[in-house]
């Protein structure tokens, strides 16, 4: 079984920065690909962003790229997104994915509880 327990999100305004933390406990970490996703009010979860097991590759939803970065430490089991020049219409409850194959709610195995994330304008 694994646990992934995200932490970091709070309520800042449009033009700043946030770092969410996700934490894997249960199996092995590394060389598993992790994602980011998020769910706005009576929005469908969308990608957000995925890192390969051993962190060259990632992947970015085109409304964040040039804008967040995940990255991962392997020996700490956890992922991150550093989220930079945070708009209004990034305000969402944010999930980490574990052991995904692709961009797809359903391309993954393990999810944690969400974080929430407000961008005031």
């Known amino acids: 079984q694994v646990q992934l327990v995200e932490s970091g999100g709070g309520l800042v305004q449009a033009g700043d920065s946030l770092r969410l933390s996700c934490a894997a406990s249960?199996?092995?970490?590394?060389?598993?690909?992790m994602g980011w996703f998020r769910q706005a009010p009576g929005k469908e979860r969308e990608f957000v962003a995925s890192?390969?097991?051993?962190?060259?590759?990632?992947t970015y939803a085109d409304s964040v790229k040039g804008r967040f970065a995940i990255s991962r430490d392997n020996a700490k089991n956890t992922v991150y997104l550093q989220m930079n020049s945070l708009k209004s219409e990034d305000t969402a409850v944010y999930y980490c994915?574990?052991?995904?194959?692709?961009?797809?709610?359903?391309?993954?195995?393990?999810w944690g509880q969400g974080t929430q994330v407000t961008v005031s304008s």
């Open positions: 890192i390969s097991g051993g962190g060259r590759s990632t």
């Open positions: 249960g199996r092995t970490f590394s060389m598993r690909l």
């Open positions: 994915a574990g052991w995904g194959t692709g961009r797809k709610v359903d391309e993954y195995d393990y």
